[in-house]
């Protein structure tokens, strides 16, 4: 199941390590996230995306890019921890994510 996932994944690769830790912030974050999601069927998170997808969807980002091949629950996700990081509600964090997300989601 996981090397199905790994697909979606930019920066997670299936390392047991983060390569950006301590390195790159935001790429780090990233890779953070993109292993969170690719695992969250094996540690019963998969409740906590669902959360997660439905405050994406309330922020109105439900359409956001939604021609490229990321999932929405990794978006979701992604979100979640954007907000986390720089202490956003999903709300406030819709146009600075936009331009994040484009940017790192290349």
């Not at 690719?38 to 439900?62: F, P, R």
């Not at 939604?66 to 979701?76: G, V």
């Amino acid at each position: 199941m996981i090397n199905e996932l790994l697909q979606y994944c930019q920066y997670y690769k299936g390392e047991s390590q983060n390569p950006f830790h301590g390195k790159q912030k935001e790429e780090s974050m990233l890779w953070e996230c993109e292993h969170f999601w690719a695992h969250a069927g094996e540690t019963n998170n998969v409740e906590l995306l669902k959360d997660y997808l439905q405050n994406y969807i309330q922020a109105g980002l439900g359409i956001f890019e939604i021609e490229d091949t990321t999932p929405i629950t990794l978006k979701a996700l992604i979100l979640q921890r954007y907000c986390q990081q720089y202490g956003y509600t999903p709300l406030q964090a819709v146009e600075p994510f936009k331009e994040f997300y484009k940017r790192m989601r290349k």
